[in-house]
């Protein structure tokens, strides 16, 4: 594992919620990542960890392989990658985000 895969896992890892995102939680650079991120307030997530991948090319490009997921936002819930803003807000709707952030 490269240098940045293994900071990028070792962020998934270590924080039970982790969403990498354009921009901040307080300031989305982007609709999908506001999206993410206001979804994830829905659901009452009071530990999230958020991610700028504007500030870090490496692993806004690492990001992509590590998942095998092409696009930007990422979230990842317990260590395990989750989807992107339209499939949240597919699990959302459906009730199934809200179970894996209670695991």
């Not at 979804?39 to 991610?51: E, S, W, Y």
Request: aromatic residues 8%; glycine residues 10%.
């Amino acid at each position: 594992m490269d240098n940045v895969h293994k900071r990028i896992d070792d962020m998934v890892k270590g924080n039970r919620v982790v969403l990498f995102m354009k921009g901040t939680a307080q300031f989305p650079m982007c609709g999908f990542s506001g999206r993410a991120v206001q979804i994830l307030k829905a659901c009452g997530v009071d530990d999230l960890k958020t991610f700028n991948v504007l500030e870090d090319e490496e692993v806004r490009q690492g990001i992509k392989d590590y998942a095998q997921w092409p696009t930007i936002p990422q979230l990842y819930v317990n260590g395990e990658f989750v989807g992107g803003s339209d499939i949240m807000m597919e699990m959302y709707q459906s009730g199934e985000l809200q179970q894996a952030l209670t695991r």
